[in-house]
């Protein structure tokens, strides 16, 4: 079943047009993924699907067309740029949340399983960012929604905490709750959504699941190694599974498609170099963004 439904959406501000023609939906419990660089328009969409912004066209249905306070009842939603007052501590924040729906979550049993109960008492101001993101995605959550918007929820974590917010989502949807998630961070939308859509310059160019969007690719791989002695970049780019060769310091990155290892190994092996530190890498959503888009979004 369909809870988000998107077609032609289309955004202007002034002389910038944000989103143009943009056309998706999301399915129940489902993490559904909106992927672009910074600027491409993701946070304009999904505010149109909160109610936050109004289109100049299109359309938006929200789990069947809900809209005003219906709608709020059963949406949650964490903004890219959400804070609160320094001062406001962690439980005040969310027994003051919870009082705005008519069957909120227990809060209490929420904020232990956010890993925030020994953070009771502190201050916003004084929380670490990772742990102002879970409070961030407690307070999306608290009025008990059936999906949750959830904008670039892992800027600026350092790695353990990104990874445990991650664990937090996938935690999230095990309870039921549909997921549209805003990321720029391709291992954030490989590790955790069903669904993509690749948005670039405010139009969505491909809308897929990770593994379907990285076929696209169309078997793309990658050897990386350090030669035992200097060899010419010729000698690799005249074989016919070879599409690139690059140097990365030491080490020489060729890229290609079939049996692109074979190849490699064969024609060093004729040359009398040896592969050190012999790395073979299959396509990434990286590579298929690139493809889709002749962009890379800045990691």
């Known amino acids: 079943m369909e809870v988000i439904e998107v077609g032609n959406l289309r955004k202007q501000y002034r002389d910038r047009l944000a989103v143009d023609d943009v056309s998706f939906t999301v399915e129940r419990g489902e993490i559904f ?5 910074n600027g491409a328009g993701k946070t304009t969409t999904v505010e149109c699907v909160a109610g936050l912004r109004t289109p100049d066209s299109g359309t938006v249905s929200v789990l069947g067309g809900l809209t005003g306070t219906a709608l709020k009842e059963r949406l949650g939603v964490q903004l890219q740029n959400s804070t609160l007052p320094e001062k406001i501590k962690v439980w ?5 949340y919870s009082s705005f729906y008519r069957a909120p979550a227990d809060w209490v049993a929420l904020m232990e399983r956010l890993g925030l109960a020994d953070k009771r008492d502190t201050p916003y101001g004084k929380l670490s960012g990772g742990q102002q993101q ?20 892992t800027t600026g974590l350092d790695p353990q905490a990104r990874r445990d917010t991650w664990e937090l989502i996938e935690q999230v949807r095990q309870d039921g709750v549909t997921i549209l ?28 699941s990770p593994a379907g969007l990285i076929t696209r690719v169309g078997g793309r791989q990658t050897v990386r190694f350090r030669p035992s002695r200097p060899v010419a970049d010729a000698v690799l780019e005249a074989l016919p599974e070879v599409a690139e060769v690059r140097r990365s310091g030491e080490q020489l990155v060729v890229t290609g498609t079939g049996d692109l290892l074979l190849a490699v190994t064969t024609a060093l092996a004729a040359a009398g170099v040896t592969p050190a530190g012999l790395r073979v890498e299959g396509a990434t959503l990286d590579d298929a963004f690139l493809t889709l888009t002749g962009k890379k979004i800045p990691s």
Do not use: K
């Open 33 to 37: 993924g909106v992927l672009g660089p």
């Open 134 to 153: 879970r409070l961030s995605i407690a307070l999306a959550l608290v009025g008990n929604p059936e999906v949750a918007i959830l904008d670039e929820l």
């Open 92 to 96: 005040e924040a969310l027994d003051l």
């Open 181 to 208: 998630l805003v990321t720029h961070f391709m291992e954030e939308a490989e590790r955790l959504c069903d669904r993509i859509a690749v948005i670039d310059s405010g139009r969505v160019v491909a809308v897929d």
